[in-house]
């Protein structure tokens, strides 16, 4: 069974390398259910047919503090929530 991080490996490696190759960028968006601003962080691209530019989101940042927001591993209350 995998966990949620070894699900999402590929893409963090597909981002690290984006990193790697200068073809990230911060973008805003607008999340659909909420109609909050969020910042995205996508990986870029050119599309070869018509030379533009292509974002693919892959993360994207919290808006408040996540500190607040998520239970970590260390903490006792993360072995209650799984």
Do not use: W
């Not at 893409?11 to 805003?28: P, Q, Y």
Request: charged share 25%; glycine share 2%; proline share 6%.
């Amino acid at each position: 069974m995998n966990t949620i991080v070894q699900d999402h490996q590929d893409n963090f490696d597909t981002l690290n390398e984006a990193f790697k190759n200068d073809d990230v960028c911060l973008m805003d968006c607008i999340e659909k259910a909420t109609g909050e601003h969020v910042a995205v962080i996508c990986a870029t691209t050119i599309d070869p047919k018509t030379k533009e530019y292509v974002m693919v989101p892959f993360a994207r940042f919290f808006n408040g503090n996540p500190y607040e927001m998520l239970i970590n591993p260390s903490d006792p209350k993360y072995i209650k929530e799984i």
